[in-house]
């Protein structure tokens, strides 16, 4: 499978873990993806409202907005584009009262192991929708 992205594909990240951003950066340096980072919720929001990313890369908890808030809020004001892939992540699965708010956007669970371990995360990023 081609693990390299098409040209200008871009993932945004956004997890309150500095570290699961550093390996999803290193992971992705030569792989051609565009990748933008936030360890901070609300910057990653912010930049949300004029980015249309590919994918994006939501953790489950954080601190200040969990992952299902910043999906309702990004859905509330239609500033998630309808071609934009939704991976959310934690390093546990979630409970099901919390995985349901993310069935409504066809979200994919991926673990945090997957995300650290490079050729499973090539996989999933690779993996078609449709």
Not at 50 to 67: A, F, K, N, Q, T
Not at 86 to 94: F, G, I
Request: charged share 25%.
């Amino acid at each position: 499978m081609d693990q390299t992205a098409k040209k200008g594909e871009q993932l945004v990240v956004i997890d309150d873990d500095a570290g699961i951003c550093a390996i999803v950066q290193r992971h992705l340096r030569d792989a051609a993806w565009q990748v933008a980072c936030f360890t901070n919720e609300l910057e990653g929001l912010a930049y949300l409202a004029s980015h249309e990313p590919d994918i994006l890369l939501v953790d489950i908890r954080m601190p200040r907005i969990d992952g299902d808030q910043i999906l309702e809020e990004l859905a509330a004001g239609n500033r998630l584009a309808p071609s934009t892939r939704v991976l959310v992540s934690s390093s546990v699965l979630p409970p099901r009262a919390i995985w349901q708010s993310f069935e409504k956007f066809a979200a994919t669970f991926i673990s945090k192991d997957i995300v650290a371990s490079k050729e499973e995360f090539l996989a999933v990023l690779c993996a078609r929708r449709y």
